[in-house]
């Protein structure tokens, strides 16, 4: 699965990804589900913040994600979209290595907020501040979609009990759910 950020177009980052990489010749990239992505702060918002910017200009420790991860790409993105210089960001010591560690940072006072999903914040107890929607796709080789297996996943995907799921966890849009986005 991947979900990558460009900018200014963050829909077409996925496939785009895909093209620029010539070793993928027939790569086939399915949508799996659009999800909210944010800013996680602790309940109450007790800094008051509204966004990223003013998470910058009032100093808040900013909990990260390792180098490459989809949340740090989104937020080096996101600092560059809204010009923000990423010098004056408050970064906590360590990284991340998921997002339910940095919700547990935030959680615990360690750092003060840092990018994951509305499900994240929701199963923490969380405030968030929405961001972004991002796709998360899934990448194969044409030949594997065409696989017993995928086919079984993909009918799942399409099915009654992922719906449920993305509804009990929110922040999660399935209408383009195993939609073919590019066909390499």
Same mark, same amino acid.
């Given at each position: 699965a991947i979900h990558l950020h460009a900018t200014p177009d963050?829909?077409?980052a996925n496939p785009a990804a895909i093209l620029a990489e010539p070793g993928l010749f027939?790569?086939?990239v399915i949508g799996f589900a659009r999800r909210e992505q944010g800013l996680l702060v602790a309940p109450g918002n007790p800094l008051g913040l509204s966004g990223l910017a003013s998470a &910058?200009?009032?100093q808040a420790r900013f909990a990260r994600r390792q180098a490459g991860a989809g949340a740090q790409l989104l937020l080096n993105s996101l600092v560059e979209r809204e010009a923000l210089p990423a010098t004056a960001m408050v970064l906590t010591e360590g990284i991340c290595a998921t997002g339910q560690d940095l919700a547990l940072a935030i959680r615990t006072g360690r750092a003060d907020c840092g990018i994951a999903s509305r499900a994240i914040a929701s199963a923490f107890g969380l405030d968030f501040l929405p961001? &972004?929607?991002e796709h998360v796709d899934l990448v194969m080789r044409r030949r594997t979609y065409?696989?017993?297996a995928t086919q079984m996943l993909l009918g799942?995907?399409?099915?009654t009990?992922?719906?449920a799921r993305a509804r009990e966890?929110?922040?999660y849009d399935l209408s383009r759910s195993g939609a073919v986005r590019l066909n390499r």
């Open positions: 963050d829909d077409e027939d790569a086939v &910058v200009t009032q961001l &972004v929607w065409f696989e017993p799942w995907m399409r099915g009990a992922m719906a966890l929110g922040g």
